[in-house]
């Protein structure tokens, strides 16, 4: 799996330059702007033709935009974040299948989990379902999103609806969340598997499955 990083570090540097960038072209805006404004004082309003006092507009008009763009920069650099997108690669459940965890994905951050249970509801029919977890591993809040890949008798159903098939859980500083056989269990954290009822067993079964386009945020 490839792991793409982008590192807080560079972001921070990346909207640093931004804002000192920006905050040098206003100083020397402004510094343009008060020779023209002293040559005023000297010469009077008057004596400036209709031209200069337009030109006067136009770089205040400039200035005033470029302030505007520097309170700007300044913001998004106290609010960049971190984030990483990963590669991930679908995973055979009939080569890897188990009933106690195993490792989807793991880096210094976050660590991904699975395993299968045997569900038996009050209602309706039995099912096996991969439950999931997700540990957040550091010291930060951390929001994981991805698109869910179901391949059932080996045919991904879900692939062609990002939209319909969008996941995303947050996570506490060094939180863990899983999934169970409860029904209040959020559908990020359980993938239906398939039906194992002495009286209904027919039905696809979840063959593989895959996080795609996988993203860990790290908000300020």
């Known amino acids: 799996m490839k ?28 510094q343009e702007l008060k020779n023209q404004l002293d040559f005023n004082k000297i010469n009077g309003l008057k004596s ?3 031209i200069e006092k337009n030109i006067l507009i136009s770089k205040f008009t400039i200035i005033m ?23 991930t690669e679908p995973i055979n459940l009939i080569d890897q299948y188990s009933v106690n965890w195993m490792t989807y ?21 039995d099912f096996e379902q991969v439950n999931l977890r997700f540990v957040n591993k550091s010291t930060k809040k951390m929001v994981i999103d991805w698109h869910i ?7 991904c159903l879900t692939c062609d609806y990002p939209v319909e098939y ?11 969340r899983e999934g169970n056989c409860d029904r209040e269990t959020i559908n990020e954290l359980k993938l239906f598997s398939k039906f194992i009822d002495v009286n209904y ?10 996080l795609a386009s996988l993203n860990i945020t790290f908000p300020q």
């Open 48 to 50: 400036w033709s209709g």
């Open 166 to 176: 969008a996941r995303t859980i947050g996570l506490l500083p060094n939180e863990t």
């Open 149 to 155: 890949h179901l391949y059932y008798d080996e045919k």
């Open 65 to 87: 935009n470029r302030l505007l763009l520097l309170l700007t920069m300044i913001y998004l650099s106290n609010n960049c974040i971190s984030q990483q997108q990963i590669s």
């Open 3 to 30: 792991n793409k990083i982008y590192h807080p570090v560079l972001l921070s540097s990346i909207c640093f330059y931004s804002t000192f960038s920006n905050a040098q072209n206003y100083h020397l805006m402004s």
């Open 201 to 210: 067993s027919k039905g696809g079964i979840l063959t593989s499955f895959q």
């Open 105 to 125: 994905f793991e880096n210094d951050q976050v660590k991904i989990e699975y395993k299968f249970s045997e569900c038996d509801p009050e209602m309706g029919y």
